[in-house]
Nanobody, 121 residues
């Protein structure tokens, strides 16, 4: 089992910045992909950004140039960060941390509890 604990959400004015953190613990495989997804009211959960253990990144088009994902792979510190700049009201959502890993060919997804990000206009 893997546990994910997110911190860093809150209320910010348009144009402001927030930094989210997510610490993973438990049975974490050597190779995995950590990421952030968001879900606005009445909408499906959507990808924001992902990062592999090797540092490869992927971003949703809507956040490219504004958000930066990074991670700390130090021993016993599997943590992923999301630096969010130039926030806009449409970024308002619950942000969920995710870790995806594999045992053989079987894929496992784990999710955090979510943290609210609210951007006021």
């Amino acid at each position: 089992q893997v546990q994910l604990v997110e911190t860093g959400g809150g209320l910010v004015q348009a144009g402001g910045s927030l930094r989210l953190s997510c610490a993973a613990s438990g049975s974490i495989s050597t190779f995995n992909v950590m990421g952030w997804y968001h879900q606005a009211p009445g909408k499906q959960r959507e990808l924001v950004a992902t990062i592999t253990t090797g540092g490869g990144t992927n971003y949703a088009d809507s956040v490219k140039g504004r958000f930066t994902i990074s991670r700390d792979n130090a021993k016993n510190k599997n943590t992923v960060y999301l630096q969010m700049n130039s926030l806009q009201p449409e970024d308002t959502a619950v942000y969920y941390c995710n870790i995806r890993q594999w045992v053989g060919i079987r894929e496992y997804d784990y999710w955090g509890q979510g943290t609210q990000v609210t951007v006021s206009s």
